[in-house]
Nanobody, 126 residues
Framework: QVQLVESGGGSVQAGGSLRLSCAASGFAFSTYYMAWFRQVQGLEREAVAG????????YYADSVKGRFTISRDNAKNRLYLQMNSLKPEDTAMYSC???????????????????WGRGTHVTVSS
């Protein structure tokens, strides 16, 4: 059974930091592209960061470049998102996603991902 379980969300003041974690199970994590997306209720889902299976290729949305860092630990089947200098506009539900290799990966296209977690909420107050 495939599972992606996010953790690490919470409430923080602007300028603060959070580290999100995504625990994966039930599939060959080390062969999958991974990404973090976020969504504010009522708005479209937004790609935040993506990482290739071995971490060779990493991509960020312009809105988070220089503040967020995506990483993965294939030995632990874990995906991470270190979020620094948080802003109120970063408030959203953050979800991790897994995409199979050979799927013509486009990191910011949600249709390219096969599995999704339920999300962890991040609230940044001013």
């Amino acid at each position: 059974q495939v599972q992606l379980v996010e953790s690490g969300g919470g409430s923080v003041q602007a300028g603060g930091s959070l580290r999100l974690s995504c625990a994966a199970s039930g599939f060959a994590f080390s062969t999958y592209y991974m990404a973090w997306f976020r969504q504010v209720q009522g708005l479209e889902r937004e790609a935040v960061a993506g990482i290739s299976p071995r971490g060779s290729f990493i991509y960020y949305a312009d809105s988070v470049k220089g503040r967020f860092t995506i990483s993965r630990d294939n030995a632990k089947n874990r995906l991470y998102l270190q979020m620094n200098s948080l802003k109120p506009e970063d408030t959203a539900m953050y979800s991790c996603a897994a995409g199979a290799a050979g799927n013509r990966w486009k990191w910011d296209v949600s249709d390219k991902y096969n599995y999704w977690g339920r999300g962890t909420h991040v609230t940044v107050s001013s």
